[in-house]
């Protein structure tokens, strides 16, 4: 049995190792919408090298052209400029059938007058694929997706998160070569897209598709990545592994958008002489291997960055460092792993994740430590990262 006819075996769709040539390649990809004016950049001059097999999300805040550049892939939308070139092949002009793309919407679009099996044999049945074979897929695709005994029920007498399965089986008996997911979970509860979540990683490292998702959510986009893509304004931002765009955010936008809460920011004075770093809240010392790393000296101006969980409670017993600093506390939030505390010092507010601790509470004056092998500076113009946050 050759591969395109079955999807049996896990093996028939091992993951093909992500070292190989493009598979998608999009390629300065423009869209403007026209508005009667002087037009909508939704998308400017996008360019990514997906390779086959991998898993791509798409993340960023609403209207940031994640649905119009996979509408784009999708054909569904005319681009302005730059190509779209899958397996070596430029898609211009081709509809969306032609592509052999599967798309799965937020939106599960089931037929409500037909079964779960005739929902997910209706795509092969208008491409004319014998009752046989179609029966065939049906049931692969059942097995794998753990819905066999759903295939006779109607759409609705099927949970959310059944009904968003069955929208996946229709795509997947397809069998096409990219999967393309608009935020397929925005619909279902936040317990059962946690557990949709898993269930779209196990399937991936079944099947082995390259995919290409679209997210608002980043832990959605940190979760089922092999790499992600944030977008903010139409404009590529940062193309990365999940943990290095967390770690590693290439300007203020990502890292503050990636973590919640998120990243604490500060303007910041930065004197590589004296070896500080400068707010309004707090002077900390400048860590050494930042400065390895900065390309200025004397004293500028910066922004300083440090994620919440990079903050802890100072343990006094530990009498050493100077990275600390003394906050008053205006807001314990108890999520039971950990605390999040809203702290303010010199009428700067920012937040910390630290141990659970009954005895904290809103009021207190606590001392602070930064962890300085884990902070950020970013250039306070531009925004993008002067040194990355993770000590080498
Ligand atoms: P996202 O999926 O990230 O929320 P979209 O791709 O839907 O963003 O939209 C990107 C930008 O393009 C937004 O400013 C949106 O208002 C605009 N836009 C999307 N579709 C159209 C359209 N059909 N006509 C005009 N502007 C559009």
Redesign the pocket.
């Known amino acids: 049995m050759s591969k395109t006819d079955s999807i049996n075996t896990e093996q028939d769709y091992a993951r093909t190792d992500a070292d190989s040539e493009a598979f998608l390649k999009i390629d300065g990809l423009t869209k403007v919408?026209?508005?009667g004016g002087s037009g909508?950049v939704?998308?400017d001059d996008m360019n990514i090298d997906v390779k086959e097999g991998e898993f791509i999300v798409f993340v960023?805040?609403?209207?940031?052209?994640?649905?119009?550049?996979l509408?784009s892939i999708a054909g569904l939308e005319e681009i302005t400029e730059g190509q779209i070139v899958i397996n070596g092949e430029n898609v211009e002009g081709q509809p969306p059938r032609k592509r052999d793309i599967a798309m799965v919407f937020q939106s599960y679009a089931l037929y409500p007058h037909m079964t779960v099996r005739e929902n997910m044999e209706y795509p092969l049945k208008v491409r004319g694929v014998p009752k046989e074979k179609r029966m065939q897929r049906v049931e692969e695709s059942a097995k794998l997706l753990e819905i066999p005994d759903l295939l006779e029920r109607q759409p609705k007498d099927l949970s959310g998160g059944q009904q968003q399965r069955v929208a996946l089986g229709r795509a997947i008996v397809r069998e096409p070569r990219v999967f393309l997911f608009d935020e397929p979970l925005s619909n279902l509860d936040a317990k059962l897209r946690v557990q949709m979540r898993t269930e779209l990683n196990k399937l991936h490292n079944k099947i082995g598709k390259t995919s290409i998702y679209?997210t608002?959510d980043q832990a959605e986009a940190m979760t089922l990545s092999d790499r992600v893509v944030v977008?903010n304004d139409?404009e590529v931002q940062q193309i990365a592994p999940p943990q290095q765009v967390y770690d590693q955010p290439a300007n203020e936008f990502v890292g503050g958008f990636m973590g919640s809460p998120s990243m604490n920011f500060f303007d910041a004075t930065v004197n590589v002489d004296a070896e500080e770093i400068r707010t309004d809240a707090f002077t900390i010392p400048l860590p050494e291997w930042m400065q390895e790393r900065l390309d200025q000296t004397g004293e500028f101006d910066a922004r300083f960055g440090v994620r919440p969980e990079d903050i802890s409670v100072r343990n006094s017993a530990d009498g050493h460092g100077d990275s600390h600093t003394t906050v008053d506390v205006t807001v314990v939030e108890e999520m039971g792993s950990n605390f999040f505390l809203t702290v303010t010092n010199n009428g700067v507010e920012y937040k910390a994740i630290v141990e659970p601790n009954t005895d904290i509470e809103r009021g207190d004056k606590l001392s602070l430590d930064f962890d300085l092998q884990k902070c950020h500076l970013f250039d306070n113009h531009t925004g993008d990262s002067l040194v990355y946050g993770t000590a080498p």
């Open positions: 919408y026209d508005d909508v939704a998308v960023g805040p609403s209207g940031c052209g994640k649905s119009t550049t509408r679209v608002h977008m139409g």
